[in-house]
């Protein structure tokens, strides 16, 4: 198949793109990896009237895990991301998280604001973005604000970016002392996620001192299961807290049943991956 027929620009700079976007409105999309435009343009799924590839933008690519947070621009690579040093050091779970997608040849060309952008609900970066409560970075030509991750994502691939802002950069802070795991189910490698589970957890000896959980694949948006992380705060990962855990899950989810998976399933394997989650982290020393 072959895309409906578009006007092409190739900015050099972050201005140039804000001023074609400030222009063209909701008529435009911006290309970054591609990897979810591209399919969308040859299925006829989306008909833009002008397409502004970000390519060859300036500075958008950079990659900072300094100051309590890890900071990506729009256009750093998820396999530049999930390999950098750094961010290992700083917040392990996000290049966890970034082994998942796909498969390497398609994270050279996928983009963390990109992904963040796409909204999908099986897409791993934003139940990350929700279990560190990340914020996203939004620019125009009249100025630029920052979400929060919950009132960035408003459904199944749709966000609260307005048709003249695009995504600039992503924002994970790195909370002390927390350790997080991700984890999914997919019908083979490589696959969209069934469900997905990042989870994190705080202690102090023997006493759980805040927990993170969110998940993907089950909902329009990420989910943050916050009956679950006070239920676990202030005590002991034990097998009582694990069952009740595990019954708050399935109290707080009711996912959509499709060709991959009834919802029922769905349902079943979230708590199966958080208490997995919980009882890897568990495990570490404290």
């Not at 299925?43 to 390519?55: E, F, G, K």
């Not at 002991?236 to 998976?261: S, T, Y």
Request: proline letters at 7%.
């Amino acid at each position: 198949m072959k895309p409906p027929p578009f006007r092409y620009h190739d900015p050099r700079t972050v201005e140039e793109a804000l001023g074609l976007l400030a222009e063209h409105g909701d008529e435009a999309r911006l290309l970054a990896g591609g990897q979810s435009l591209v399919p969308l343009l040859n299925l006829r799924r989306v008909r833009p009237r002008v397409l502004i590839d970000l390519n060859r933008v300036e500075g958008l690519d950079g990659v900072d895990a300094g100051a309590g947070v890890v900071r990506t621009g729009a256009l750093a690579r998820a396999v530049g991301v999930e390999r950098a040093p750094a961010v290992a050091s700083a917040l392990p779970v996000l290049p966890e998280a970034l082994l998942h997608v796909a498969y390497p040849q398609v994270r050279t060309r996928t983009t963390i604001g990109g992904n963040v952008a796409h909204a999908d609900p099986a897409a791993e970066l934003p139940a990350v973005l929700a279990a560190v409560g990340g914020d996203v970075r939004l620019r125009s030509a009249g100025g630029q604000r920052t979400l929060g991750w919950s009132a960035f994502f408003s459904g199944r691939h749709r966000t609260a970016c307005r048709p003249d802002e695009m995504v600039v950069a992503v924002d994970f802070p790195v909370a002390e002392g927390f350790a997080y795991t991700f984890s999914e189910l997919t019908p083979k490698l490589g696959s969209f996620a069934i469900v997905g589970a990042c989870v994190g957890l705080s202690r102090s000896g023997d006493e759980v001192t805040g927990a993170r959980i969110a998940l993907c694949g089950v909902a329009d948006t990420p989910v943050r299961l916050q009956a679950a992380e006070q239920r676990l705060t202030g005590g002991a990962v034990d097998a009582a807290a694990l069952e009740d855990v595990r019954a708050l899950v399935a109290g707080a989810i009711d996912p959509p049943g499709d060709l991959h998976a009834p919802g029922g399933y769905r349902s079943h394997v979230a708590g199966v991956l958080v208490v997995r989650g919980l009882r890897r982290l568990w495990g570490a020393p404290a």
